[in-house]
């Protein structure tokens, strides 16, 4: 999950950082590209990821909640 959030700031980063002044023409469209390959992840993946961490989770509580109750 602590790389999602990497990834998001890191896209809110560049996109401050390209419409900043000083920045070339070239470097602000490098990070325009950047950040237009990086939307597929969200729009496709990040639910996918969210949703099997969510279960990983709940998982894991019944897990311990079985072996907590043999004892």
Not at 14 to 28: E, I
Not at 52 to 63: D, R
């Amino acid at each position: 999950m602590p790389k999602v959030m990497i990834l998001g700031v890191g896209v809110l980063v560049l996109s401050n950082f390209s419409t900043s002044t000083g920045v070339g023409a070239q470097a602000s469209g490098v990070i325009n590209d950047t950040i237009e390959a990086m939307t597929p992840i969200a729009s496709t993946w990040l639910p996918l990821i969210v949703t099997v961490a969510v279960l990983a989770i709940i998982l894991t509580l019944v897990i311990r909640s079985f072996v907590g109750a043999n004892r």
